[in-house]
Structures are given as C-alpha cells and as structure tokens.
C-alpha cells in the first residue's frame, strides 16, 4: 500500500488486482463528542468511512489522561464501540484520539472529546418548604457555555 497521490490523510492506493493500475479508496473518521455523567459509563461510537466491502479495526492513537477506556468491540464491519468510565466524582472533559485501519490502510488520527457532567440528586419530602416548590437552576450547552436567556420550563 502506499499513500494516494493527492497526499490527503486518510486517502491510499490500494492496486487493484495485485499490480498494474489501481483503485483510490477514500477512508475516514470522524471527530467525536460525547456527553456522560459523572460515576456512570459512557459508551462510545466508533465508525470509519469507506467504499465497497471494507473491515475497519479501531486503536487509540492516546489514552485518556483520567479514567478507563475498554476493549474495542466490532459493531459491524465499518463500526465498533468501547466504555469510558471516568474516575469516581470526576467532571470536566476527557480528549483522546483514536484511528482507524480500513483493509490495511491507516486513516488520519480523529479526536474523542467526553463532557463528563456531575450527577444532581437530591430529594424533597412532601412537607419540605412552601408551595409551589421554586426550584433555581443553572444549565449549560455541551460546549459549557450559558443558554440564552429565556425561559426554560423542567418537569420533576
């Protein structure tokens, strides 16, 4: 196998028939984001893209600095999904990288990015404080910034 000629990342040359002219086979993945709670794991996706009747095998390309991250588990021929667990009462992200082979040929490393979230519990009796129970919140984006301002209506 050797690169494609148009030097992309995730492009190879693979010859078809074992000599003479050859076949460009487009292979990719994709960057990846994920939302779990803290104490819980997270199952994570993996899928390469590919032409025709190709077999992918996933690697990490790095390790996640916290946490565990197990076995690669085959979903199907192009797809494959692994467990996060994030470390006891840890919130914040997680990144790591990760990479496919697709019938030999390497693809460009693609970043895994967690939102581990804290878990929100409590619990009210039905005596506790006045009523109507006001409840005051504050909630985010993925990407952790604020919401617009509005209203926003939780049913619990």
């Known amino acids: 196998i050797q690169p494609g000629p148009t030097g992309v990342l995730g492009t190879q040359y693979v010859p078809a028939g074992g000599g003479g002219a050859g076949v460009v086979v487009e292979t990719s993945v994709e960057d990846l984001t994920f939302v779990g709670i803290t104490n819980q794991p997270i199952t994570i996706e993996f899928s390469a893209s ?3 009747g190709a077999v992918a095998q996933f690697e990490l390309a790095s390790y996640p600095p916290v946490g565990q991250i197990g076995a690669f588990v085959s979903n199907g021929p192009l797809s494959a999904s692994a467990e996060f667990w994030p470390p006891a009462d840890f919130v914040g992200p997680v990144t790591f990288a990760y990479r496919a082979e697709v ?3 390497p693809t460009r ?3 895994v990015t967690i939102i581990v979230l804290p878990e929100i ?3 009210l009796g039905a005596t506790h ?4 129970l006001t409840v005051s919140m504050s909630a985010f984006t993925v990407q952790g910034t604020p919401l617009p301002e509005g ?6």
């Open 50 to 52: 590919a032409r025709g």
């Open 103 to 105: 019938d030999g040929a």
């Open 109 to 111: 490393d693609a970043t």
């Open 121 to 123: 519990r409590f619990a």
């Open 129 to 132: 404080g006045v009523s109507p």
């Open 151 to 156: 209203t926003y209506t939780w049913r619990i």
